[in-house]
Nanobody
Framework: QVQLVESGGGWVQSGGSLRLSCAAS????????MGWYRQAPGKQRELVATITSDRRLTYAEFAKGRFTISRDNAKNTVSLQMNSLKPEDTAVYYC?????????WGQGTQVTVSS
C-alpha cells in the first residue's frame, strides 16, 4: 500500500505561480513513476507531467515551458512548479505513483486561477 498526500493548491491570479508537493509513504519501490494529473469540472482526468526514479520526464503539451516537475527520491516526494498560470489551468490536481501493481492516487488539491 502507498499513501500520497498533496499540498500547495490554492487560488492565484492569471500569470501567477503555485508549487504543488506530494509526499508518498508506505511500500515504495526503488523504481517508480510519480506524476501529476488534473481534472477540470466536466472533463476527464489528464496527464500534466511525470518523472521516473531516474528522472526521465514527460510533459503534456500545455505544461511545456510553464510547469516543472521534480522529485526527491530520498524523501519520496514529487513537486510541480507551475508558472504563468492561466484560467484554463483551474482543476483539481492529483498526485500519482506507478510501480508494480495498481496506481495509487492522492486525494487531490484544488488549483483555481482567476482572470
Amino acid at each position: 500500500q502507498v499513501q500520497l498526500v498533496e499540498s500547495g493548491g490554492g487560488w492565484v491570479q492569471s500569470g501567477g505561480s503555485l508549487r504543488l508537493s506530494c509526499a508518498a509513504s508506505g511500500t515504495i519501490r526503488s523504481y517508480n513513476v510519480m506524476g501529476w494529473y488534473r481534472q477540470a469540472p466536466g472533463k476527464q482526468r489528464e496527464l500534466v507531467a511525470t518523472i521516473t526514479s531516474d528522472r526521465r520526464l514527460t510533459y503534456a503539451e500545455f505544461a511545456k515551458g510553464r510547469f516543472t516537475i521534480s522529485r526527491d527520491n530520498a524523501k519520496n516526494t514529487v513537486s510541480l512548479q507551475m508558472n504563468s498560470l492561466k484560467p484554463e489551468d483551474t482543476a483539481v490536481y492529483y498526485c500519482d505513483i506507478r510501480q508494480s501493481g495498481p496506481d495509487y492516487w492522492g486525494q487531490g488539491t484544488q488549483v483555481t486561477v482567476s482572470s
